[in-house]
């Protein structure tokens, strides 16, 4: 009964994990550039946002088929299969999730005044130790709300999932999945408990991150 | 002796201009510099922290080479402090925090304790530097500064956010603090006064150029009058009444009324920076009671 929430959990934590670290020097470099290619950028990590998950999906499908490049690759050098896996899900979950890391932490990034940055490389400290000591610090509020989305975000998947993992039990059937599968073989029961769970944690991890937004910026302000 | 020669293609409001700057600079000299917004003055200190990156040029610290075609020190390796217009202090530290955070040998915690005391700020260590007034911010930042006991202390308008009284004790710290650790000192400031209290040299820039350098009184002294008082202000509003003109004059906080004749009127219009001049009478200077 519990197993898809717990499925659920465990890959929304992972990827919430690893895509705070690919999402902190990510925004922080983005918020930084001056490029002309910087729109480029932006679009792509956006573009999650927009696509329909099948469209995600069906690309991640090709992509991950042992028949072709990518899939052949992984599969004969390293062992690994991505399609119908639980490591496959926690990829196309980073990329399905990316905008929702980057946005919050970069609009974090840039409302900080660019003189706090100057400030501190004239006082001779490193830009890595003015990352984590004095930029990071003061966009609490930025990271929590990242955080909170991307988590959120990643429970609520439902078309990528659906493509790339097949609904194997205990493997790749998160509760989303679980729900559709409860109310396709007219369980309503089971598909209420695991809806009425996911209502409630939603709600709870919204009300936190309002609660301690709303802490911090009276601490800061 | 700091050698300065920057240039720069700077995209401004009024279109591109190129900043071209040739400055020697004697050590422990203050400098100021004023001009109007947009002229290239906090970009011109940028460059010398190296925050900004000139197209060419080069800037030489005595023997030291901080900027050249091969060298470009960053701002971490060059003996600078800057004080910046907003201060930046780090809002998640506390005053002591904000200056101990910069020291590389943690034990050298003397000169924490000593610039505290210098700038008065023994007593609020341990605040929040969110819960400051303005002028404890700037004394923060100025504090800050000077940790890592710096050559050369760049100023970006340090006193235009704060009320009179307050600039002018902390002017006075500015002198203080500038002889005690022998710096050269480079202050933007457009505060006329200020610059004559404090400067050695004054340097006027516009449109990315140093148009006049010298000391205070070769600038602000129009030499060709020699009147006993002078006054600069910006006119107001000009009025006739009966056979004269009231020009209404404002120099710093000061609004004056000065009645002038229809011909003096003919070449004012407000808005014009105007000098007013007293020749003929010795004027009476008292203690002035707040």
Redesign the interface.
Known sequence: MWEPLLLSFSLSLITTVILLLIGVPLAYRLSQSKSRWKPVYESLISLPMILPPSVLGFYLLIAFSPNNFFGKFLQEYFDIRLLFSFEGLIIASVIYSLPFMIHPIQAGFQNLSPSLKDAAYTLGISPRKTLLHILLPNIKPALLTGIVLTFAHTVGEFGVVMMIGGNIPGVTKVASLAIYDEVESMNYDAANFYSLVLLALSFLILFLLFVFNKKWKSKIY | MFEIQLSKKLHSAQGDMLLDIDLKIPEKQFVSIYGKSGAGKTTLL?ML???VQPDKGSIVSGQEIWFNHNTNL?????K???V???Y?L???MNVRENLE??L?DKKNKNIVDELLEITSLTGLAQTSV?QLSGGQQQRVALA??L??QPELLLLDEPLSSLDHEMRWKLQDELIKIHKHFQLTTIMISHDTSEIYRLSDTVIKMDFGKIIQQGSPDELFHNNKVSGKVQITGQLISLSKNDVVYIAKILSGNNLMNVIITAEEAEKLSVGDTVLIVSKAFNPTVMKYNS
């Open positions: 940028k922290a190296g925050i960053s701002p971490q390796k060059r600078i402090g800057f910046f217009q907003d930046a780090f809002p998640n955070f910069v590389t969110t800050r500064a940790v890592k």
